[in-house]
């Protein structure tokens, strides 16, 4: 009789650790869904600071280095001020010279210009022209000696290429001016994740988000604030048509700091795949309801096939990158499933922080 029971107990299933596993579960597709409204919702917010004649604020570069400044005195604050959040140790003079001051001047630049093009193109179109970013990494990465070139990687990166290409001529109203500044802050934003591979392979310093914020972002505001100093300040002082209330200032670098904080949640509860597939879904929802909200934009039939095109190469890039290692990429999942909800050490995939700093 023992025998049977206890054989009876063992297929009897457990109830309240189904309850659990789907509790977890439901917690999870909130982050994700959390993400995507968040990164979604921000690049439409900065869309309107920025050509709202409300607020007629066309300074981009003022506005990033508010969002600059605002994330560092809340790291500031939650750190060493209130204590809440511990910065993990290890960053010496060296390192923050040689590592973290050109990621930070990397990020400044990739904020600035990425922003200064939705002066000029539409959210839609700026999307697409950001699905370019992994042949950017890719290439620099080869000059840096960080990726090698093969048939399947050359394959990978023409389809992504020919792609924007072909969403790029079915674009009705093209201005070549926004073109030039995504591409730059697309070739920007590359850098920078090179430079941050480079900080977490080869010097071997692997910090948290909040770390990271809490060093790059006053390096990026003091980089940021050299141009708008010569750039814009003189344009502010001169016109006095610009309003910008301290409520809507005080949500528009509110959110863009949530987030970068959604980022770590969603990487830190699921991996770097899920995190970078939400990225494709945020991509593609931004570009249809950026068609839908916005006047300027009309998207074709050859809009749609080419960033189709581009993203079955996204798609096919990040597959093969995580299938590099996929040992050590299973280690990192199980860590950060482990530790949730502590400030733990998080790989960010590289191509995954566009979303937040593109804002």
Sequence with gaps: MERNGGKQQQQQPSAPAGKAAWRDGLVTYFHLLFYIAISGGQIFFNKWVLSSKEINF??????????????????????????VIKIDEGMTTDVYISSVIPIGAMFAMTLWLGNSAYLYISVAFAQMLKAIMPVAVFLLGTAFGLEEMNCKMLAIMSVISVGVIVASVGEITISWVGVVYQMGGVVAEALRLIFIEIFLKKKGVRLNLISMMYYVSPCSAFCLFIPWLFLEKPKMDASVS???????????????????????????????????????????????LSAAIFADTKLTFINIVGYAIAIVGVVAYNNHKLGVKPQTNQQHGDVSKVNQGSHQHVDMPLNSTKESSQH
Excluded: Q
């Design 242 to 288: 610009w309003n910008f209330p301290p409520v809507t200032l005080f949500l528009n670098c509110m959110c863009t700091f949530v987030l970068n904080l959604s980022v770590f949640l969603v990487i830190s509860r699921t991996s770097a795949l899920t995190a970078r597939v939400t990225g494709v879904v945020r991509d593609w929802s931004v570009v249809l």
């Design 58 to 83: 066309p300074y981009p570069v003022a506005l990033t280095l508010l969002h600059m400044v605002f994330s560092s005195v809340v790291c500031f604050a939650a750190t060493k001020v209130f204590k």
